[in-house]
């Protein structure tokens, strides 16, 4: 199984989640890290719609830190900019999400040992898919989902290329690496 996880910064905030399981896809959504962790903790593989980590030699996203000389970006967040915009990590939105995003990844690799994470950007993995074939194979209703529940899909048919070995990963694995789908 698959679970894609279109996290948002903060508990009060929709969490779009959407399992693949053979040929179904089922999409909602949750609120609170406790729930993330249910439902996505016996799955095979998770792929998150957040920085699952920091820039190299960076300890945090503080701009009062001695490691804010190592920037506001990774090697996969330059990377994905040739595909469009994305804000640094250190825009307070994307500081909290990346927090999340990293306490999340922590606590489910503790529980699961045999969980494998990534992450992926849904707004530029959409542009590299086609929606109608995909819709075809998984039996999607685009239109019905709402935002999050549309991104945490994006995610999770991320995860299903990825599995087939259709994917290309932007920046350095050692730092934390981008995946987005890349079809045959
Ligand atoms: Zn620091």
Redesign the pocket.
């Known amino acids: 199984m698959i679970a894609g996880v279109d996290l948002a910064a903060k508990e009060k905030n929709k969490t779009g989640i959407a399992i693949i399981s053979d040929r179904e896809i089922e999409a909602f959504e949750v609120l609170s890290d406790n729930r993330i962790i249910d439902v996505t903790v016996n799955v095979d593989l998770v792929v998150f719609d957040a920085p699952l980590s920091l820039p190299k030699g960076?300890?945090?996203l503080?701009r009062g830190?001695?490691?804010s000389r190592f920037g506001h970006f990774r090697k996969a967040d330059l990377e994905i900019r040739k595909y469009g915009r994305v804000l640094p990590l250190t825009f307070p939105y994307m500081k909290m999400l990346t927090y999340r995003g990293m306490r999340l990844k922590e606590t489910l690799e503790s529980l699961n040992l045999d969980l494998v994470i990534i992450e992926t950007h849904p707004g530029t993995a959409r542009k590299l898919i086609n929606l109608y074939g995909i819709s075809s194979i998984f039996g999607i209703e685009w239109d019905d989902l709402s935002p999050h529940e549309f991104d945490a899909t994006i995610a999770a048919v991320t995860g299903y290329f990825y599995l087939k070995g259709e994917y290309m990963i932007l920046g350095d694995q050692s730092e934390g690496a981008i995946v987005l789908p890349k079809p045959l």
Do not use: D, I, M, Q
């Open positions: 960076r300890c945090c503080e830190c001695k490691c």
